[in-house]
Structures are given as structure tokens and as C-alpha cells.
């Protein structure tokens, strides 16, 4: 398969272990998270997928995620691209709060908001539209043209940065994209028509009870 994106958000990190807030802030991913890059890099190779190129952001845990995926694939490592631009939203005066706790001191609602709305920022922080202003531009120039020339392009970022990509991959609306979650190391692989649309997508889900390894 060819012209095809992959993205996938890291593995469980210390700070999603601790329900956490993290936007920016750079924590390692637990074990936990280590197995799930495994599992990752399992599937891919699974499903005969090799990569030309690979993007990451500036986070530990993302890229840890991409070493991981790359290495259980094998073969000949592709370069990798490391960019600001796809790190997570800044989560601003939230970054390493608690969620329950924050949920506390400002109610679910607003916290919701925070979260999951699409042009409401947190406290000093981005929010979702803030957040795709220079992940899709970086897409455009940066990582499309990759994928438009016919490579396997693998993106592994954060679950808010993605999901800034992926509202404008699918075309989902601000209303769209509220319920559109990212699970820990799922790989989303898009195969992509020469005009950038989405011709073919499908996300890679772990399954329980598997006795094959992946
Ligand atoms: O930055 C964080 O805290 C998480 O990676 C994502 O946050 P969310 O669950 O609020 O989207």
C-alpha cells in the first residue's frame, strides 16, 4: 500500500497514568506505554507496512513511541523529522493539575470545555483551533508532499495534535471532532487520494486475548 499516513499517539505516559493534564510538559511513558509502542510496531509490521519517512514532535514520550515502532518493524530506519509544530496543545495554568482536581476547583463543565471545545482555550493555553493554526500548516508543507509522491509516511504525536490533523484530513466539523478520541498508541492509517481526501481509513485497535504476539 502506498500514499498511505499513519498516525498514532503515544503510549500511556507517567502523567496520563496520573490523570494528569500535560499538554507540553514532557513526561516518559510508563511501562505500560512501552508495550502499547510495541504492540504498535507488531501491528504495523503485521499488516506489511514500512515507512519513508517518519515525523515526530519535541516530547519524549512521542518520540520514544516512533523508536519503539520503528524498531519492532526493523529493516533499514527511516529519517525522522522532530518539530515543535506537532508537539500537544499547551494546556497552559492547567499543565500538571490533576483532572479530578480540576474538575473540582472549576466544575465538569468548564474542565469539558476546556478539554474538548474547539475554540475555547484553557488558561494561558491553546486551544483545538489555536492548536491545528500550526499543525495543519505543518501537515501541508512538511509531511503531505511526502505522501502525495507516493511514500508510507508514519506521525507520532499527541492525542490533541492528531486530532487537530484529523478534523482537517476528514473533514469533521468543530461539532465533529468533540467525540473524536484517540486511544494510546492506535495506529490511524489513512490512505490518501492525490488531492490529500481520504480514500481509505482504519484504526488499529488492540484486541484482548490475542495469543499471536500482537
Ligand atoms: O495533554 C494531556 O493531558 C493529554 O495528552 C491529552 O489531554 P486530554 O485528555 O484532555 O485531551
Known amino acids: 500500500m502506498t500514499n498511505t499516513l499513519v498516525l ?16 507540553i ?18 501491528v504495523l509490521k503485521a499488516e506489511g507496512l514500512r515507512f519513508d519517512i517518519a ?5 519524549k514520550r512521542a518520540q520514544h513511541t516512533l523508536d519503539i515502532i520503528l524498531g519492532e518493524i526493523g529493516g533499514e530506519l527511516p529519517p525522522i523529522v522532530e518539530d515543535a509544530a506537532i508537539n500537544e496543545r499547551d494546556y497552559g495554568e492547567l499543565s500538571g493539575l490533576n483532572k479530578d482536581q480540576a474538575r473540582d476547583r472549576w466544575g465538569e463543565e468548564q474542565v469539558l470545555e476546556w478539554r474538548r471545545s474547539f475554540d475555547t ?9 489555536d492548536t491545528a493554526e500550526r499543525v495543519v500548516p505543518y501537515y501541508r508543507e512538511h509531511i503531505w508532499p511526502h505522501v502525495a509522491a507516493g511514500k508510507n509516511v508514519l506521525v507520532a504525536a499527541h492525542g490533541n495534535s492528531l486530532r ?6 476528514e473533514q469533521l466539523s ?10 494510546t498508541a492506535a495506529p490511524q492509517v489513512y490512505r490518501l ?6 480514500a481509505e481509513y482504519r484504526e488499529l485497535v488492540r484486541s484482548e486475548g490475542r495469543d499471536d504476539g500482537i
Not at 487520494?193 to 481520504?198: P, T
Request: hydrophobic share 35%.
Open 164 to 169: 487537530a490533523l484529523i478534523m482537517s484530513l
Open 193 to 198: 487520494d492525490e488531492l490529500g481526501n481520504v
Open 8 to 23: 498514532v499517539r503515544h503510549g500511556e505516559s507517567e502523567w496520563n497514568r496520573k490523570n494528569i493534564f500535560t499538554g
Open 121 to 129: 482555550p484553557p488558561p494561558g493555553g491553546e486551544s483545538l483551533k
Open 55 to 59: 515525523f515526530t514532535s519535541k516530547l
Open 25 to 42: 510538559r514532557n513526561p516518559d511513558l510508563t511501562d505500560k506505554g512501552l508495550i502499547e509502542a510495541v504492540w504498535a510496531g507488531r
Open 174 to 183: 468543530s461539532q465533529e471532532i468533540l467525540d473524536r478520541e484517540l486511544a
